[in-house]
């Protein structure tokens, strides 16, 4: 078997007894040398390859530890809304749409979102009608918890002025009682469930897609939250055939009726697909006002979110993955959900005697000072996204109010109370650009510079601990600290090289930074041109 000697600038090994080298040898997947170049050629051998990265900086292999891989292979391949400044220029976006836009006769897009729109409102169903009247549309707000649906979509669902909202759920009414077009968490499932699925042919292009870009992002490993029963077995096969590229952490999806038959199957590890782990919801989004709080929103005082599923239902999901071995993780957003996810970890861990399956809080978005102290006491995982702070604090403030504002996107204040840092991006919702995630750890500031001096900055991360959790705190979240998230000796060879040093460059390096190689299991898996 070759070995393969890599030389660079720098490596950054995040190994205390060894914290940096010039070279490492790979064979088999696994690192057999770190150290000075000398050295590492003579354990080697003289028939080694030699690969020189030059003046690029060698970090080990970074993580997404909340991402979801179908949505971002549909987002590469239907319409993109993202970034739009109006409901014109959606509306130009989707006469513009490809063919791959099309789940049968249904135009399907993603990423609007109505807070970077003239006055902020949430559009209606007359402007999609008026361009699409016998068409189908469905398009997802960027953060996945409401979509906004033409009157052909509203009538395949038989959704009418009659129809109540779902539990969880809420369809938006204009001043007659006539639904708006715009469904709200749980209210989205009656129009999803009757869009005709992607075909196989469809799912394979994406998901190809979405690997792909984590390849080119410096993604060596994904934590998926939440996946179809259909995408796992897609990828168990593609595992089994050496076609990933990437690792991939998966997480059941613990929501829908799939569920039980996870249950069933329970944990599964592969070579470099595993699925150890359940994702649950319990509320929707900040920006939709779907995320559960305590008290009313402070611009909306007649809402307080909405629960996905009663308290009674989520800790008997909880106790049941739990008791066959999955580890559990909760999508928590208000502070009201985060109360009551904590709680039902905690409790149903000690009921099981799974404290050691690392339970984990999935966004851990907004947080009472008391609950942060009850997850970090309880060393639960709090798998947190950078990016979402630097996308939302231009309204932030307006949906909680200054007081609630000190617990939310509390990163630092989480890591000091004993929590462990698993840094993500939630993509599609944000970029899979890890880059962008490490520099918002750092700065809480937008690619500009925007606000100086960080929003909020007393909840930054150092450089170090902001590399640390997209390299170790998801190794240890996926129960593989042993084996990755540190350079050295008998680790697997995932590694991801940079043009720059992202500890010791100034922060402001990151936002035109690149990814120069990808290496996973010892196989380069993207160089750049």
Known sequence: METTVYLARRIRTLDPERPEAQALAVRRGRLVAVGAEKDVREAAGNEA??????AAVVVPGLVDAHAHLGGLGKSLTVARLEGTRSVAEVLERLGAAPATSFQGDWLMGKGWDQNGWPGGAFPGRSELDARFPTTPVYLTRVDHHAAWVNGEALRRAGITRDTPDPAGGRILRDAKGEPTGVLVDNAMDAVAGVVPPPTDEQLQVRLSAALERCAQVGLTGVHDAGMDLRTFRLLQ???MLGRLPVRVYAMADGQGEERHEYLERGPYSGRLLEMKAVKLLLDGALGSRGAAMHAPYSDAPGETGLLLM?????????????????QVGVHAIGDRANTLVVDTLIAAAKATGTEALRHRVEHAQILRPEDIEKLGAAKLVASVQPTHATSDMGWAEARLGPERLLGAYAWESLRRAGAVLALGSDFPIENPDVLAGLYAARTRQDAAGRPEGGWRPEERL????ALEGFTGGPAWASFAEERRGRLAVGRDADFTALSVDPVEDEARALVDARVVATVVDGREVYRAP
Do not use: I, K, Q, Y
């Open 237 to 239: 096969t593609w595992d």
């Open 310 to 326: 009663a308290p009674e239902e989520l800790s008997a999901r909880v106790h049941a993955f739990m008791a066959r071995g999955f």
């Open 462 to 465: 150092t450089a170090e601990r």
């Open 49 to 54: 390859r030699v690969v020189d990265l030059g």
